[in-house]
């Protein structure tokens, strides 16, 4: 791996397949986290809008917001939640953009894949952990193996609450 990027794909599989096995994780669904220079996130404000429209929008303002050229990249969004009208304007809606290199993120999948896993979702790093760990946590509740590196992150879903 160098800045979040595979540059040798069999170590990197041999890597996933030695942990898997180590771990005793079977073919399970995994969230991949990644932490690399070739994803860009932003913050974007819009006017209140259904969730389809958002996303419509987003891909019309998308080359004004990322430095990344439209056949090249894979988009993501979150809807953060909309911002009451001040006084003298209208409410907005607060949307997180995500947008990587979908050749980044096809060499990541691959990867895990290759790996012996099957990956749930690829991420921000920090959300793929987030998304790792059972919430709310429950006394007693089986917590999963996550794992942190450089890029890319792998964490195995949690168990529905209450398995052993």
Same mark, same amino acid.
């Not at 090249?72 to 911002?83: N, V």
């Given at each position: ?17 030695? @942990?898997?096995?180590?771990?005793? @994780? ?26 389809? $429209? ?10 004004? @917001? ?5 056949? $090249? ?6 809807? @953060? ?18 947008? +990587? ?46 794992? +942190? ?16």
């Amino acid at each position: 791996m160098r800045e979040g990027e595979i540059v040798d794909m069999g170590a990197v599989v041999g890597a996933i397949g030695r @942990l898997r096995r180590e771990l005793g @994780l079977k073919r399970q669904p995994v969230h991949v986290g990644l932490a690399t220079p070739r994803l860009v996130v932003r913050q974007v404000d819009m006017p209140p809008m259904s969730r389809d $429209d958002v996303a419509g929008a987003l891909r019309f303002q998308a080359p004004e @917001l990322i430095p990344i050229p439209l056949d $090249d990249a894979t988009l993501d969004f979150a809807i @953060l939640g909309e911002t009451p009208a001040p006084e003298s304007g209208e409410p907005s809606l607060q949307v997180l953009l995500a947008a +990587a290199h979908t050749a980044t993120i096809r060499k990541v999948v691959d990867a895990v894949e290759a790996g012996g896993l099957t990956v749930a979702s690829v991420d921000l790093l920090p959300l793929a952990l987030m998304r790792a760990l059972p919430v709310p946590p429950e006394v007693g509740a089986r917590a999963p193996a996550v794992v +942190a590196a450089p890029a890319p992150a792998v964490a195995p879903s949690p168990p529905p609450f209450g398995d052993p």
